[in-house]
């Protein structure tokens, strides 16, 4: 099997960190949900490659996101050997 391509795994890693600021949003921690979203949104509109991707990953990383809630695709990639964060 072919690891998951960083074009595959950022629309996944991207939604992720959107869920993220709304579950910021929700607890009323707004601003921290702004910065998230401003950053998620800078990474995720330049190249789509491994940079990009592991950017990302770190980002979901330092903003609480469990392993086991990140998204499916991901988690899927990372079974089957694919260097994910």
Known sequence: ?????????LPAL?????DRVAQFDANGQRPAGLRLRAEATRIYSRAWD??????????????GVAASARPQS???????GAPVV
């Open 14 to 18: 991207y939604r992720a960190l959107l």
């Open 1 to 9: 099997m072919d690891p998951q391509s960083a074009a595959e795994a």
């Open 74 to 80: 991901v988690q899927h990639a990372r079974q089957r």
């Open 50 to 63: 491994d940079g990009a991707r592991l950017a990302l990953e770190a980002l979901l990383k330092r903003s």
